[in-house]
């Protein structure tokens, strides 16, 4: 498969610049996303009758074999590729043939980045609270030990008041459960699907972006496309 740009010039590019451009070294980590996305996008498409009925089973089969290939360490990734939305969708065009390439109608690599990357932070979002609850429950399990302890309460750097070890932990469960309270609420106003914004004003296409975010687990679509493809400072939210 050449590349998105490649019609515009007579000559291949250097490896120089493949190596330049290219995010798939990267990028690579959000196959669980790219997939799940796409296999949603194909059930969207088959059911507003934009592929048939084989395509989507082709399609289905060829992504959950690509899956199975990147899982057992089995998938080539290739720089050449510049991305993983490329290489995935190379390899799924190698096994089934040009229903593949059928798979990116009304869909264009902007959304289909700005759904992997917001599925990837706001799923990783879930993996930070989880671990954040584990380590207060093990705080918890400390301090209980040493209710009694007494320690020297600190300030400005010198010794203010006598607290029991117990006490000084709790300032750290408090810490961690207003950070709790951050990553839940940052999960709640970033959990919108881009799907169906396609470059940055939509796609002529009938699509159904309501099915897609409710497949992906999303609570609503987006309201603006041209924020939603070009927006990444939820990535940020999740810290600040």
């Known amino acids: 498969m050449d590349k998105m740009w490649s019609g515009r010039f007579s000559a291949s590019a250097s490896s120089l610049l493949d190596e330049f451009n290219a995010s798939i070294m ?3 980590k959000l196959y669980r996303e790219d997939i799940e996305g796409s296999l949603a996008h194909a059930a969207m498409l088959a059911k507003q009758e934009i592929l048939t009925t084989e395509e989507l089973i ?4 060829g992504l959950n074999q690509v899956r199975t290939e990147i899982e057992a360490d089995e998938f080539e990734w290739n720089i050449s590729d510049e991305d993983l939305h490329m290489a995935i969708e190379k390899r799924l065009t190698a096994i089934i043939g040009d229903a ?4 990116h109608t009304a869909r264009s690599r902007n959304d289909q980045v ?6 990837y932070v706001l799923r990783q979002n879930l993996e930070i609270v989880k671990g954040l609850k584990l ?5 918890i399990v400390v301090a209980d ?4 302890t007494l320690i020297p309460g600190m300030t400005h750097l010198q010794h203010a008041q006598p607290i029991n070890f117990a006490f000084h932990l709790g300032a ?7 950070d709790i309270a951050r990553f839940e609420d940052s999960y709640k106003r970033n959990n919108i699907s ?3 914004c396609a470059a940055l004003a939509g796609t002529p296409h009938n699509v159904d972006r309501g099915m897609t975010a409710e497949l992906l687990g999303f609570d609503s679509v987006s309201v603006n496309c041209l924020d939603t493809v070009s927006d990444r400072d939820f990535a940020l939210r999740d810290f600040i």
């Open 100 to 103: 593949g390439k059928k798979l």
């Open 58 to 61: 082709l399609i289905t089969d």
């Open 135 to 139: 380590l207060m429950s093990e705080v």
């Open 172 to 178: 750290y469960l408090s810490m961690f459960k207003r």
């Open 194 to 196: 881009p799907l169906g």
């Open 145 to 148: 030990k040493h209710t009694q």
């Open 114 to 119: 700005a759904v992997d990357f917001r599925r």
């Open 26 to 28: 990267y990028d690579r």
